[in-house]
């Protein structure tokens, strides 16, 4: 049984733990606040974009532009974005889980070929030790995000493409939903999908003028799309990161307090019994030397 030193000890421990996790908390919730700014920012122009492409596109586009043509599938490329560190819940293990189901349940059934990108220390330390081929690794882009950051993953990813290393870029990331919810989607960058916002058959479609023309307009904005994409996963990724760790250390500091409350309550027993039982050993004792 624990002596009641060995309780204090304990409750020193607990209560210096609770410091640290209350502190990291703030810390998350003072940058979540900017990140979700940067999130809410980043969203309208990156569905804009995406809408304008959709109305742009037109079947014959499809051969005329490689990022727009699909391919028989046999490559693919996986970017996992993971934390560069810990202590933010189960982040990194859906995002490791999200990828795991992916390749067993989705490419590998269909003999595809699988590569990773890892942007993110957590989902590069665990996916190095599994059987799966690595492409490249970017670690620390989370602690000072960029958008020179975007180039980057966009040049690995557009040039690996365009030289037919991988027929299709999925992103597999978290969504930021709110402070408590994040949302684990995988996300095909390339080939680019065009949404369903072509206007239905029947109806009379709009008569634009493009100056200079649609392919150059096309040319023009195809990368911007790209980019933009990009940028807003990161951001998403970053944003539920700081909310997934904002939460987990939240319900730390609350779990400090609760053990720290049970302890003191065994703390004070523990002592009252060790009171008791010296004034009883007293009592004792001069009892015992009156009757002598």
Known sequence: MATLRDIKLRIKGIKNTEKITNAMKMVAAAKLRKAQERVTSARPYAHKISSMISHLVSPEDFSSFPLLEIREVKKVIVVVLSADRGLCGAFNTNIIKETHRLINEVLSP?????????IGKKGFDYFKKHDIQMLDKMIGVFSSLEFNTTNKVSDILVNGYLQNKFDKIIFVYNEFKSIIQQKVINETLLPISIEAAKIEEGKNEANYIFEPNKKEILKYLLPKHLSAQIWRMLLESNAAELGARMTAMDNATTNAKELIRTLTITYNKERQAA????????VSGANALREA
């Open 275 to 282: 009171i008791t039982k010296e004034i009883l050993e007293i």
């Open 110 to 118: 269909n003999g595809i070929n699988t590569q990773l990108l890892c």
